[in-house]
């Protein structure tokens, strides 16, 4: 991971530019062939070649782009068509809150119990770290599940509700979809994070600080988490995928208002267009402003 962010901090800023314009390019490119692939795929099961199709496929999707205000979605729970803007973003906002409450939650719960670990012997940190390989490979339908039995088993006993474990027409609910979303990611996170600081304690620096007399508590808040924190951002990149692929889950398990309920309706290449984009603008402008950030500051550090 040092050895990528030290290959970016050497590309001049005119480089940087071209290669952010083109790694987009290429992104939006990927989306919008992926979005016909199922029309190839059919083919091939069937033992077809039906590349005029895909091709027709991709330019129907294009040309369905425009004009913008006259495209049409099937809105599921009204069991009817509506104008995609503004409506969309109602779907798309919703799953853009759930999925970046659930990853701020990860992150700052992963790193927590990464300080906390980091100041234990090292036969604990080995052990909690055994647990953590076991608890990765726990399904999210099971997490799910468990969140919401549990849910019914407290308002049996005590007669309070404190959620929904679904939602009805366009309620939100938010503090237990985030938290089903969140607990894989932070054990997810929380492995690696360990790896990271474990990493960092073998640095001469570090060495150096001990024999200054530092505290270890010192060491691991001050120094070892502003190095560490660069390689947590870019393993969240991996994380940040792997809750994608269980939002679809949640949304359905839950019955969220999101935009993954809404590709399940409207699952058709241009559907698939919007819901995808509607996920990879932002994250792409996340991610691409969080290298800036710590590959700036890293120069700067090193310039002085």
């Not at 004009?67 to 973003?89: C, D, K, S, T, V």
């Not at 994250?283 to 800036?292: H, K």
């Amino acid at each position: 991971m040092d050895d990528k962010i030290k290959k970016r901090e050497n590309f001049p800023k005119g480089v940087k530019g071209l290669k952010f314009l083109t790694n987009f390019c290429i992104a939006i490119t990927g989306i919008i062939l992926a979005g016909s692939l199922p029309i190839l795929i059919r083919g091939w099961v069937e033992g077809e070649w039906r590349w005029r199709l895909y091709v027709e496929s991709i330019r129907e999707t294009l040309e369905g782009l425009w004009p913008i205000g006259e495209i049409a979605f099937l809105n599921y729970r009204a069991g009817q068509e509506m104008p995609l803007f503004p409506n969309i973003f109602a779907y798309i906002v919703y799953s853009l809150e759930i999925l970046f409450l659930a990853l701020l939650v990860a992150i700052i719960t992963s790193l927590t119990f990464t300080i906390v670990t980091m100041l234990l012997s090292d036969n604990i940190r080995e052990r909690v770290k055994m647990r953590l390989y076991f608890l990765e490979s726990v399904p999210d339908l099971l997490i799910i599940m468990l969140a919401q039995l549990s849910v019914i088993f407290f308002f049996k006993e005590t007669g309070v509700l404190i959620s929904k474990i679904a939602v009805a027409g366009d309620d939100r609910i938010y503090w237990l979809p985030v938290l089903c979303l969140a607990v894989l990611p932070t054990i997810q996170l929380y492995r690696l994070s360990m790896l990271t600081f474990q990493e960092e304690e073998r640095q001469m620096y570090v060495e150096l600080a001990h024999a200054l007399g530092f505290s270890k508590v010192y060491i691991v808040l001050i120094h070892m988490f502003r190095n560490a924190i660069i390689s947590v951002f870019f393993q969240s990149k991996r994380t940040m995928w792997f809750m994608l692929s269980n939002l679809f889950v949640l949304e359905l398990m839950f019955n969220l208002p999101g935009i993954m309920l809404f590709l399940r309706g409207n699952m058709h290449p241009l559907g698939f267009l919007v819901t995808i984009f509607s996920f990879f603008l932002p994250m792409f402008i996340l991610y691409s402003f969080g290298e800036w950030f710590f590959v700036s500051r890293r120069q700067n550090k090193a310039v002085a």
